[in-house]
Every structure is written in structure tokens, then in C-alpha cells.
């Protein structure tokens, strides 16, 4: 964490906070049904909010209170410790550097003037891979820098989603959506007592799965991927057609139902 302000520097000024999910939430006016992306809500959340009432030591060495703009950058490594800063007992395996796995939470609840609560009803575009680089300290990583002068950039790649669909904290039902690679999506619901794994690999069924995201998204499992441009010219090619795919699908986002839509 990075605090920008006025004042004298201050060694709090940069520290690291531990967090086990990164808890976003859906930007704009909440009574706003306007569509927004999670790229906008993650710009909110990393690189967009203001922090008020610290104490910093001003030009005359006076102790004041000043506002200051909070960035947020990723540290691409497990780390073993909590919340709290406690270091955590485990093994090496616990902390793998491939296949990290990035648990985000859409907040589609907020409370009203008497404090109750109320669901945001945003349709928020869940994109299958996001532009990650200006999120990540890359300087930090765990992995020594390559030296063969070709950069690493890093992206997410959607793995796993859980949706709630209700309107109540209090109830609801979930249905959890995994991805694999060579068979496409699968949905999980306990309460379809026919068909409880439904399998999604045409371009009508994967539409339907992201509108679904769009509206219902919950939790969301994004794995953090390294890429190293010029090496890997396939999945570059194939990250080009889902960015142009997602362009066109944020494009027709609202149609006469509001539903989101590929083309």
C-alpha cells in the first residue's frame, strides 16, 4: 500500500497488508442500473480511493491531519501470514508459485438511510481475462527477473465463479461454475435434481454462462498468470481474440432485457 499526500514522507506511508480476498465494490451510483466492467471496479479499487484523518508531520514539523490517495499494488506470492501479521506454520507446498489463484468478492449489497440492507442491481461484465500488469508489483515477485530482455506481464484468467441469485443476505441459492480447459464451462447445482453438472462448450451456452456472471457474480477465482510477450504468441493471439470478443460484448451489454450479449 502506497499513501500520496502533502505532507512530510512518513515510514507508514508504504507497508503491506495481508488479505485473503479482495473484496471490490461496483462503482457508480448504486440506484445507477448502468452497466459497468470489472475493470472499472478494480481501477476503484487498487488505484482510486481517497484516505482521510491521518496524522502526518507538515513542512514546519507540526503534527496535522491530512487526506491522502491510497494505490494498492499486488505482490505476486502467497504469504505466510493472517490479517494480523502473525506468521502462519506451513510447508512450502502451501505456497505454490505456479497456479495462484486470485479470490475477488463482488459487493452487490449496500445499506440504505435506515441501514438496511438492499441489493445493487448492476449488471457488472465479468471478462474471461483481464489486463493485470498495472495492478502487480512486479518488482516483488517471487521468482528472479528473467534476463533474456523480454518483459513478464501478468493477467488474469477467470477459473471459477459462484453465483448468488436472491435479494436477501439472509437467503438465496449458490451455483458454482469451474472451467476446464479442453471441455469448457461446467455449472454445479445442488438443487437441479436432474441434471446437478451441466456442461457449457458452444458460444450460445458460454453467452448465457457470462450474462449470468454479469448479473448474479459473486465470487470470482481469477488465476494470475505470467506472460512473456514474444514468446508465447499463442495465447497472446488467443488473449487478442477474447480482448476484442470482450470489446464487442461490452459494446451490445444492454439489450431490450438488459441481458449481455456476444456476438
Given at each position: ?53 491521518i496524522n502526518r508531520v507538515d513542512d ?204
Open positions: 500500500m502506497h499513501l500520496f499526500h502533502g505532507a512530510s514522507a512518513d515510514a507508514n506511508d508504504e507497508r503491506v497488508i495481508t488479505e485473503r480476498l479482495i473484496q471490490v465494490s461496483i462503482p457508480g451510483d448504486p440506484m445507477d442500473e448502468t452497466p459497468v466492467s470489472l475493470e472499472e471496479a478494480l481501477v476503484n479499487y487498487f488505484h482510486d480511493s481517497v484516505v482521510s484523518g514546519d514539523f507540526r503534527q496535522t491531519e491530512v487526506s491522502a490517495w491510497q494505490v494498492l499494488k499486488l505482490l505476486p506470492f502467497y504469504s505466510a501470514s493472517n490479517e494480523q501479521g502473525e506468521k502462519i506454520k506451513a510447508v512450502e507446498s502451501h505456497f505454490p508459485t505456479t497456479n495462484l489463484i486470485l479470490p475477488l468478492v463482488l459487493k452487490r449489497y449496500g445499506y440504505n438511510d435506515n441501514l438496511q440492507p438492499f441489493r445493487i442491481n448492476k449488471n457488472v461484465y465479468i471478462p474471461p481475462f483481464v489486463n493485470f500488469n498495472g495492478f502487480v508489483n512486479s518488482d516483488a515477485a517471487d521468482e528472479p527477473p528473467c534476463h533474456c530482455g523480454i518483459d513478464v506481464h501478468y493477467r488474469l484468467k477467470l477459473r471459477s465463479v459462484v453465483c448468488h441469485y436472491g435479494n436477501k443476505l439472509s437467503s438465496g441459492h449458490y451455483k458454482g461454475f469451474t472451467l476446464d480447459d479442453e471441455e469448457g464451462w461446467f455449472r454445479l447445482d445442488d438443487l437441479d435434481s436432474n441434471e446437478r453438472v451441466t456442461k457449457f462448450n458452444s458460444l450460445q451456452g458460454t453467452t448465457m454462462l457470462f450474462n449470468e456472471f454479469s448479473r448474479h457474480g459473486y465470487l470470482l477465482f481469477y488465476e494470475l498468470q505470467r506472460v512473456h510477450p514474444g514468446i508465447v504468441d499463442e495465447e497472446l493471439a488467443i488473449e487478442h481474440d477474447y480482448h476484442v470478443a470482450q470489446n464487442l460484448q461490452f459494446v451490445e451489454f444492454a439489450d431490450k432485457k438488459n441481458n449481455c450479449v456476444l456476438q
